[in-house]
Every structure is written in structure tokens, then in C-alpha cells.
């Protein structure tokens, strides 16, 4: 049973151009939590969804980014015209439901560098 | 603001010896969660403690929750080289399914 996967593992872009992370959750998942975590800090909620649904953006910044989780395939997280300040480590959890009492899996994440 | 702090910031002891770190948060909770982070990994979820608990074991884990100081410690007993890594706290509310992270304990335990 895989775990949850994220690809790429490493991501170089320059200032100006578009990011896509993408996640896929464990098997029987259907609930998806994008976090950002900046060297030497704690993880910074961004998004949270479920299939074809944005249920929670509030940890989101209002312009730039962007998220989905279609009903086939992976979730991606989209960064439109990076910037220095969004190197970062990206990282995805899913869990099989909702409810807050659930364990989160997390994938190896995605560090994305703007140069 | 961030829900939960860990104390402290980070931690080195040697093998064999226990370790104790702390977390502290400012809202009711639902459950508090800790994980384990390696370095360049993902998180690994070790321990949930729900608000009517007091304490909780698993294997060398002992997690105790206060929910009148609304703080929580994790021990790990008879620490090994291999629980090098930073430990989070992580805060769930009740019926809601994001959890808030604090900044981490990065615990170093010496051979």
C-alpha cells in the first residue's frame, strides 16, 4: 500500500514562472491537506480538500496560488509567478476522512527553490 | 498566530537517557497530535491524545495532556541515536479537519 506521494521531490524555477506540485494520497483517501514549511519552522496550513472540493483555503496567500483535487488524478498545488520568498518545502497529507481526530499521512514533499 | 509552541527549541542528549519536550497552545482542542520529522522528510505521525485524556502510552512514548494549563509533554524513555529528528505538536479542533503545528523540537541524541 503506497504512501502518500509527491513529485517532484525537488523543484527549481526561476522568478516569474509556474510551479506545479503535485500529490497523490494514499489509497482509499479521499481528503488532502497542502502544508508550506520554511527552514527551522513548524508546517503552515494552506488548503484543505476533498474530491473536486476546496473545503478550507484560509492558510492560502490570495493571489498566486492555486489548488485542486480533480475526481481522477493526482492534487496539485500551483504557484504562478514565483518568487524568492516562495522557497519553501511544500509538503501533502491525506487522510481517509473527515473529522480532526484523524491521523495524517505525509508524503516526502516537494522543495521548491526560486532563484 | 501558531497554535502550539514546543519547549524547548532544541534538545541533545545522550543515548539511553529520557527526553522530555513540551508543547503549550492558546484555544480549546479536540486532540492533540505529536509527529517526528527526519531531516529532508516527511512528518510520521507517533501519538493522538484526545481533551478527555490525561495521559497515553505507546511503546517508549508517553504523552500527557493538561488541558487547565493547555500544554502537553512528550517523553521518549531510553532515547536512541535513531530518534534523532524534530518533533511537532499539532492541535485539532473540534469537528474540524486541519490540525496547527507548532515550530518543533529538534531533539539530537548522541551514541
Known amino acids: 500500500n503506497a504512501g502518500v506521494m509527491q513529485n517532484p521531490r525537488h523543484l527549481v524555477r526561476r522568478r516569474g514562472q509556474e510551479a506545479r506540485l503535485r500529490c497523490s494520497p494514499m489509497?482509499?483517501?479521499?481528503?488532502v491537506y497542502w502544508y508550506r514549511q520554511l527552514p527551522e519552522e513548524g508546517l503552515k496550513f494552506m488548503v484543505y480538500?476533498?474530491?473536486?472540493?476546496?473545503?478550507?483555503e484560509s492558510g492560502m496567500p490570495k493571489e498566486r496560488f492555486s489548488a485542486e483535487f480533480p475526481k481522477e488524478g493526482p492534487s496539485i498545488l500551483r504557484i504562478q509567478q514565483v518568487v524568492r520568498g516562495d522557497s519553501a518545502a511544500y509538503f501533502c497529507?491525506?487522510?481517509?476522512?473527515?473529522?480532526?481526530?484523524?491521523?495524517?499521512?505525509f508524503g516526502a514533499g516537494t522543495r521548491l527553490s526560486v532563484l | 498566530s501558531q497554535q502550539g509552541e514546543e519547549d524547548p527549541q532544541a534538545l541533545s542528549i545522550q543515548e539511553g537517557e529520557n527526553a522530555t519536550m513540551n508543547c503549550s497552545y492558546k484555544?480549546?482542542?479536540?486532540?492533540l497530535q505529536w509527529y517526528r520529522q527526519n531531516s529532508g522528510r516527511g512528518l510520521v505521525h507517533l501519538i493522538l491524545?484526545?481533551?478527555?485524556?490525561r495521559e497515553k502510552h505507546s511503546g517508549r512514548l508517553r504523552v500527557t495532556l493538561d488541558t487547565s494549563k493547555k500544554s502537553s509533554s512528550l517523553l521518549i524513555t531510553a532515547s536512541r541515536a535513531a530518534d534523532t529528528a524534530s518533533y511537532f505538536c499539532?492541535?485539532?479542533?473540534?469537528?474540524?479537519?486541519?490540525?496547527?503545528f507548532g515550530k518543533g523540537t529538534m531533539l539530537l541524541v548522541s551514541p
Open positions: 489509497k482509499g483517501h479521499s481528503h
Open positions: 499539532a492541535t485539532g479542533d473540534s469537528g474540524y479537519s486541519t490540525l496547527t
Open positions: 484555544t480549546s482542542i479536540n486532540n
Open positions: 480538500l476533498q474530491k473536486e472540493n476546496i473545503i478550507d
Open positions: 491524545i484526545r481533551s478527555n485524556e
Open positions: 497529507a491525506s487522510s481517509p476522512r473527515e473529522g480532526s481526530t484523524n491521523i495524517q499521512y
